[in-house]
């Protein structure tokens, strides 16, 4: 992860992992096998991170819907801002990977099954419309986020716009 926060993503290979551990070549190859595994496990770290985030505010706070609203918005936009640049770098250098695009397909299914279970007590919509909503609110949730890092907007402001989204998306 030094790698890339100092260096960027295209800096990080399996040799010059091996050589800033302090390892063999073969030791790094022998554990990850190819760039796209090391990419990737760097980049599931980081989304296990978020998701535990995520848990841990959703098992701590308030059972309302504007609260839990608030809580899974805080959890985003924060998980971001901790995150550093790495996500973005290492998401760019995976690309078109298919391993990337599986790995984002069960980071999304993780992430709205835990929207459905924190929400499902505050709305009136059946399992699946609850399911499409979440989904669309993880999409308003990424184009709100690319606004906030590109220093359009404040976190404040993404927190309580995506907050407004997710109370409005599956309210009564």
């Given at each position: 992860m030094t790698?890339v926060?100092e260096?960027g993503a295209?800096?990080?290979?399996?040799?010059?992992l091996?050589?800033?551990?302090?390892?063999?070549?073969?030791?790094?190859?022998?554990?990850?096998?190819t760039r796209?595994r090391l990419?990737?496990?760097?980049?599931?770290?980081?989304?296990?991170?978020?998701v535990?985030?995520l848990?841990?505010?959703?098992?701590t706070?308030?059972?309302?819907?504007g609260a839990?609203?608030n809580?899974?918005?805080?959890a985003y936009f924060n998980?971001?801002?901790?995150?550093?640049?790495?996500?973005p770098?290492?998401?760019a250098?995976?690309k078109g990977?298919e391993?990337m695009?599986?790995?984002q397909?069960?980071m999304?299914?993780?992430?709205?099954?835990i929207?459905c279970q924190?929400?499902?007590?505050f709305?009136?919509?059946?399992?699946?419309?609850?399911r499409?909503?979440?989904?669309g609110?993880?999409?308003?949730?990424?184009?709100?986020a690319?606004?906030?890092?590109?220093?359009?907007?404040?976190?404040?402001?993404?927190?309580?716009?995506?907050?407004?989204l997710i109370?409005r998306?599956?309210?009564r």
């Amino acid at each position: 992860m030094t790698i890339v926060r100092e260096e960027g993503a295209d800096a990080l290979s399996l040799v010059t992992l091996a050589a800033k551990a302090g390892v063999s070549r073969p030791v790094a190859y022998d554990h990850f096998s190819t760039r796209a595994r090391l990419l990737l496990a760097l980049f599931q770290r980081l989304e296990e991170q978020y998701v535990q985030a995520l848990r841990d505010a959703l098992n701590t706070g308030p059972r309302e819907l504007g609260a839990t609203a608030n809580l899974m918005s805080r959890a985003y936009f924060n998980c971001l801002a901790n995150l550093g640049p790495e996500a973005p770098a290492l998401s760019a250098a995976l690309k078109g990977s298919e391993e990337m695009a599986s790995q984002q397909r069960a980071m999304i299914d993780e992430y709205v099954g835990i929207m459905c279970q924190a929400l499902q007590p505050f709305t009136g919509l059946d399992t699946a419309g609850l399911r499409l909503t979440c989904i669309g609110l993880l999409g308003a949730a990424e184009a709100i986020a690319r606004e906030q890092q590109e220093g359009h907007i404040p976190e404040a402001a993404a927190i309580a716009a995506f907050s407004s989204l997710i109370a409005r998306g599956v309210g009564r």
